[in-house]
């Protein structure tokens, strides 16, 4: 039985495992939301919600405390000067977990994981662009684009397109003869 027991061990050692909390909560610092498995996030929300609460007093030991878990400095500077001021009113709940459903290949249960008061604030990604394509900076560069765009397009249609040769009946005149050969072979041993 399992009484008394906390938390959840994710199939890992027990380096293993803090090792990737770490780089849990140094990328839900860095981007303000993330994507993981459920059973990752809510070991996360117990390992990341001490760490906001210990940043709420800015002392040289809670900055020690804290960079022992977060290694990157700039996070960590972040954590005590933006997201603590943002966070800092409320008592706890820092975080929350949405759940997205299961994954595409093995079937495990998706969530997001994202600070509290940062959920509007996160940048949308910009579109892809396509090979070759360079995003245009100004109006004149954008004319000019679309400019080369239409001539490589009307370059294209006027090249009249290359017919396929055909096979010849000499191709297949030089097949019938091997053929015949080996029959001529057989016939003779018969004999």
């Known amino acids: 039985m399992r009484h008394r027991v906390k938390g959840r061990k994710l199939g890992r050692t027990s380096e293993h495992r ?4 770490r780089n849990l909560a140094s990328s839900l610092l860095k981007h303000k939301k993330i994507k993981t498995t459920i059973a990752k996030a809510k070991e996360l929300r117990s390992f ?3 760490l906001i609460t210990k940043a709420k007093t800015d002392s040289v030991t809670a900055r020690r405390y804290v960079a022992s878990d977060i290694q990157d400095r700039s996070l960590v500077k972040e954590l005590f000067t933006d997201i603590v001021a943002k966070i800092g009113d409320r008592p706890g709940g820092y975080t929350r977990i949405v759940r997205l459903g299961q994954r595409r290949g093995d079937a495990a249960e998706m969530a997001l994981i994202e ?4 959920s509007g604030i996160v940048k949308a990604k910009s579109p ?3 090979k070759g394509e360079e995003t245009p900076k100004s109006e004149e560069t954008k004319t000019e684009a679309a400019e ?5 397009k009307k370059a294209k249609e006027s090249k009249p397109k290359a017919a396929k040769p055909k096979k010849s009946e000499e191709t297949k005149v030089k097949k ?3 053929k015949s050969k080996t029959t001529t ?3 003779t041993k018969d004999k």
Not at 115 to 118: G, P
């Open 128 to 130: 892809k662009k396509a």
């Open 176 to 178: 019938a003869p091997a």
């Open 48 to 50: 990341f919600e001490p």
């Open 18 to 21: 803090l090792a990737t909390l």
């Open 115 to 118: 600070l509290v008061d940062y």
């Open 185 to 187: 072979r057989k016939s």
């Open 148 to 152: 080369e765009k239409k001539e490589t």
